[in-house]
């Protein structure tokens, strides 16, 4: 079955077609032939590629999709051979695999097991976070110009949310948030590395940070994207909940495991809540195959290795755009993406970069309306957005 799979003639059809759309009018031919090579390149290299593209392999609108901060080169060869291995294993519930995850995060992390619950895909944690603090005081403080799955469901259910400036190096200002939680706060967000700007707080300052604001209100720390930081795993900070402190860590197999359309995810939380909030969110169980995929590809660090420093090259090209183009952007940025301005609308942005063939997101955030956000894709769907770049904002 596996060997099978391997040589699906439909698999390798469908990835050709989707090649073949790739890139708009003249152009689709060469970049075709670049996206090609690249491919051999990642497989040379050990990479499982037959199943490329990973992102919405059944939407063929013609574009390069650099809207969603996914990982575009792909999941673990190993991840992918262990769910090939199980595809005929689906027959019961996974909760038994959901343990044996939670005690390999519990080994790296340095946590016990009844402080992780696991989901498919962190967007619950977020949302299910949210309810708890509607529960909880209703209060929430955290940046403007960041992720909002918490801060939008916490306001969709009637919290209070205090959004704070970003610093001068648009960055989290933890002085300023801290001097916003009050006694009545319920809880402080912090996306890091940010989502949208990818800057990275100093580690050492926000464990000091957390230290001191959990006395107050319980600190949640969403680390969608931490794996890419340069100084990851300095920057990691599930330390503080081994510690006792009123911490939560948010963190998703999406990002650095390209495993964005599998749903895996999971919190790092006091025991008592992760109970409480675990019974909620667990809604009938976890994905099996996310779990064996994620499983494997936790272990394989070769593999997370060569996509940390991937990902960097794509990102420099992008920043490196930025530059020479004179366009500011948020900098340092430690994540898949960028966050820049364009000088003119947002959506007016995503409209003319369409029109080269390439999706970037079609939002921005409130406070940043001619910036937006350009995600990294392989080798030369990151150089087609740069030849974009410089024809739009030339
Ligand atoms: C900062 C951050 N947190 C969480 C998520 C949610 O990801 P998922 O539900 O795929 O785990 C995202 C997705 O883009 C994100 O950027």
């Known amino acids: 079955m596996k060997q099978e799979l391997k040589n699906n003639p439909s698999v390798n059809s469908s990835r050709r077609n989707w090649l073949k759309s790739v890139g708009l009018g003249a152009g689709a031919v060469a970049l075709t032939a670049c996206v090609d090579s690249s491919v051999k390149e990642l497989?040379?290299?050990?990479?499982?590629?037959?199943?490329?593209?990973?992102?919405?392999?059944?939407?063929?609108?013609?574009?390069?999709?650099?809207?969603?901060?996914?990982?575009?080169?792909?999941?673990?060869?190993?991840?992918?051979?262990?769910?090939?291995?199980?595809l005929f294993n689906l027959a019961r519930y996974s909760d038994a695999t959901v343990d044996v995850?939670?005690?390999?995060?519990?080994?790296?992390?340095?946590?016990?097991?009844?402080?992780?619950?696991?989901?498919?895909?962190?967007?619950?944690?977020?949302?299910?976070?949210?309810?708890?603090?509607?529960?909880?005081?209703?209060?929430?403080?955290?940046?403007?110009?960041?992720?909002?799955?918490?801060?939008?469901?916490?306001?969709?259910?009637?919290?209070?949310?205090?959004?704070?400036?970003?610093?001068?190096?648009?960055?989290?200002?933890?002085?300023?948030?801290?001097?916003?939680?009050?006694?009545?706060?319920?809880?402080?967000?912090?996306?890091?590395?940010?989502?949208?700007?990818?800057?990275?707080?100093?580690?050492?300052?926000?464990?000091?940070?957390?230290?001191?604001?959990?006395?107050?209100?319980?600190?949640?720390i969403d680390e969608a994207y931490i794996e890419m930081s340069d100084a990851y795993p300095a920057n990691v900070q599930s330390k503080l909940v081994a510690e006792g402190h009123d911490v939560v860590i948010c963190r998703t197999f999406s990002k650095i495991h390209a495993m964005a359309g599998q749903r895996l995810g999971y919190a790092i939380l006091p025991a008592e809540q992760a109970k409480q909030l675990g019974g909620m969110l667990r809604m009938g169980g976890v994905n099996y195959l996310a779990l064996v995929a994620g499983m494997a590809s936790m272990e394989d660090h070769a593999n997370l290795n060569t996509m940390r420093s991937r990902v960097k090259v794509e990102r420099e090209k992008l920043t490196a755009a930025a530059e020479s183009l004179g366009q500011a952007y948020a900098k340092n940025p430690q994540g898949n993406f960028i966050y820049m301005d364009t000088g003119m609308p947002h959506d007016e942005f995503a409209k003319l970069m369409k029109a080269q063939g390439i999706k970037v997101v079609g939002r921005t955030w409130p406070g940043y309306d001619t910036w937006s956000r350009i995600s990294v894709g392989i080798p030369e769907e990151t150089d087609a957005c740069v030849k974009a770049l410089k024809t739009v904002l030339a």
């Not at 037959?50 to 809207?67: E, I, K, Q, W």
């Not at 939670?102 to 949302?127: H, M, R």
């Not at 402080?188 to 006395?215: E, H, Q």
Request: with cysteine.
């Open 101 to 220: 995850l939670k005690s390999k995060i519990a080994a790296q992390e340095g946590v016990s097991e009844d402080q992780i619950i696991v989901t498919n895909g962190s967007s619950p944690i977020l949302f299910g976070y949210a309810d708890w603090i509607t529960k909880n005081g209703n209060k929430l403080v955290t940046s403007m110009a960041t992720y909002e799955g918490v801060p939008r469901g916490a306001e969709f259910m009637g919290a209070d949310v205090t959004y704070v400036p970003l610093d001068a190096d648009m960055n989290f200002d933890l002085d300023a948030i801290e001097a916003a939680v009050t006694e009545d706060t319920t809880a402080v967000y912090i996306c890091n590395p940010n989502n949208p700007t990818g800057t990275v707080v100093d580690a050492a300052k926000l464990t000091a940070f957390a230290k001191r604001v959990s006395k107050k209100a319980q600190v949640f």
């Open 43 to 86: 497989s040379a290299a050990g990479m499982k590629t037959d199943h490329f593209p990973s992102a919405t392999p059944n939407v063929s609108d013609g574009l390069v999709r650099l809207s969603s901060n996914e990982n575009a080169f792909g999941p673990s060869a190993k991840a992918v051979d262990a769910m090939q291995g199980e």
